[in-house]
């Protein structure tokens, strides 16, 4: 299920990034985000790092920023 998922978003992503850009804090993180913590449950970790690229896009406070620090820090 999840890999289904994962895999439907990808396909979805490159199209995002054409219209919007790759770094679009409303519309293509957005879709990168989930992504991203689909291929992290599936077993790659690395891929769901995000939060570099969500605190360019809406700084370090933003409320989008702060949930995608506790997607990628779940001990705290």
Do not use: C, K, Q, Y
């Amino acid at each position: 299920m999840i890999n289904g998922r994962r895999d439907r978003l990808a396909d979805l992503i490159p199209l995002f990034e054409r219209a919007w850009g790759r770094e679009h804090p409303n519309e293509t993180l957005l879709a990168r985000e989930p992504h991203a913590d689909f291929t992290g449950r599936a077993g790659d970790p690395s891929a769901a790092v995000l939060l570099p690229v969500r605190e360019r896009a809406s700084g370090a406070d933003h409320p989008l920023t702060r949930a995608r620090w506790a997607a990628e820090n779940p001990s705290f």
